[in-house]
């Protein structure tokens, strides 16, 4: 099993942007704890951020093209005004969870708004970091309970 994890905007400031929202870890230690997750799973993961919409369109798409089973996403700020990355998500039908680190739905207004939340299978906010683990952990049961029917 193959799953991409993408993080859009700012997530690589981790660990130095408003500890208050996103905690300590910084970004380099969240892949490193998605990794570890991922070979004591037994699967593979395919980690990107980047601060360009563009680039999230291109590995949402190159997700399907490599025939990966998933996707995980932190779209970053993208998530309240990104219908292209919406659209990307659509057209892969790739089973997708958006996670978010802070608790966005009590937040600002303008961070309830999710463009990409209709093309998602789930949503999980305010877990912090490990809201990534368990948006893995969902994709591997939802494979696994697909292979049993
Ligand atoms: C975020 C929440 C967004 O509103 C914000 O723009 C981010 C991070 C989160 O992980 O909580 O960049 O997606």
């Not at 999230?56 to 998933?70: P, R, S, T």
Request: proline share 3%.
């Amino acid at each position: 099993m193959k799953l991409y994890i993408l993080n859009g905007p700012n997530l690589n400031m981790l660990g130095v942007r408003e500890p208050e929202h996103y905690g300590n870890t910084t970004y380099q230690s969240l892949i490193e704890m998605i990794e570890a997750h991922a070979r004591q799973r037994g699967i593979e993961v395919v980690c990107r951020q980047s601060n360009h919409e563009g680039a999230l369109v291109d590995w949402i798409q190159e997700a399907y093209f490599e025939g990966a089973d998933g996707i995980v996403i932190n779209p970053g700020a993208y998530t309240h005004t990104s219908i292209a990355l919406l659209d990307a998500v659509k057209s892969t039908k790739l089973p997708t969870v958006e996670v978010h680190i802070s608790k966005v739905e009590e937040r600002e207004a303008f961070r309830q708004i999710s463009y990409i939340r209709a093309a998602c299978v789930k949503t999980i906010t305010g877990h912090g970091t490990a809201g990534y683990l368990e948006a893995i952990d969902f994709l591997i049961s939802r494979k696994e309970a697909s292979a049993c029917r």
